[in-house]
């Protein structure tokens, strides 16, 4: 069973943001929400995750609706580097991590 | 970069010899996973470890099995490789804290011929 669903692909600007969305509508109370992205023959990188609030860091930003069963992970300004797959995942509180098949980003110069 | 090297990186391999590949970490993270990845499906886990001689099967187990005797080495043996074995294995480690994220190695891309 699916545990989260993303579009398969979509495409930004250069230099504008990216909002990818994720539906993960059976979390559980203790599930925390990943993502991750992966470049071309490489392993998938870390990203972000948050559980309950609103997080930032250094490379994105993730806003979780209330009701947990979707989240947006936000990239301010989209750039050529940025163009990779990016999975959004649910870790349980058995630190299992369940991957969906993810968004392929193209970015456009 | 977090201390995650897999050996070998590359190899092929008949149908019904038995493959093992080699996860190693620096870093004295608790948990080690490997997982394969297949066009269309994403990364799979196939086994996981969360201490040292304790494992549990993911979700894609069979035909696979695991040894960590050591916090730093986690093995993935095929005993008897089969062609939809040909994949790329990843392994990834984590230190469990609650939510705490996980840090990849390279892969190793095996073809089982």
């Known amino acids: 069973d699916a545990k989260t669903t993303q579009p398969n692909s979509m495409e930004s600007n250069e230099e504008e943001p990216v909002h990818l969305p994720c539906n993960h509508s059976?979390?559980?109370?203790?599930?925390?929400i990943h993502w991750y992205r992966q470049l071309p023959s490489q392993g998938p990188e870390y990203v972000i995750h948050g559980l309950t609030s609103n997080v930032n860091n250094r490379m994105a930003s993730l806003a979780i609706a209330e009701d947990r069963k979707s989240s947006t992970l936000i990239l301010h300004r989209a750039t050529l580097r940025d163009a990779a797959v990016y999975y959004c995942?649910?870790?349980?509180?058995?630190?299992?991590?369940?991957f969906g098949t993810g968004t392929s980003l193209t970015v456009i110069p | 970069d977090a201390g995650i090297t897999q050996s070998p990186r590359h190899k092929v391999t008949e149908t019904g010899t038995p493959v093992t590949l080699r996860c190693h970490q620096t870093e004295n993270h608790r948990y080690m996973y490997w997982y394969r990845q297949d066009p269309g499906h994403g990364l799979r886990l196939i086994h996981y470890s969360y201490g040292v001689k304790d494992t549990d099967k993911g979700e894609v187990s069979d035909g696979y099995s695991v040894s960590r005797s050591k916090t730093e080495d986690f093995l993935l043996t095929l005993e008897s490789a089969t062609s939809s074995q040909t994949s790329v294995y990843f392994c990834?480690?984590?230190?469990?804290?609650?939510?705490?994220?996980?840090?990849f190695g390279p892969g190793t891309r095996l073809t089982v011929t």
């Open positions: 059976t979390i559980s109370g203790t599930d925390y």
């Open positions: 995942i649910l870790r349980d509180s058995g630190n299992q991590f369940y």
């Open positions: 990834a480690i984590s230190a469990g804290a609650p939510g705490g994220e996980q840090y």
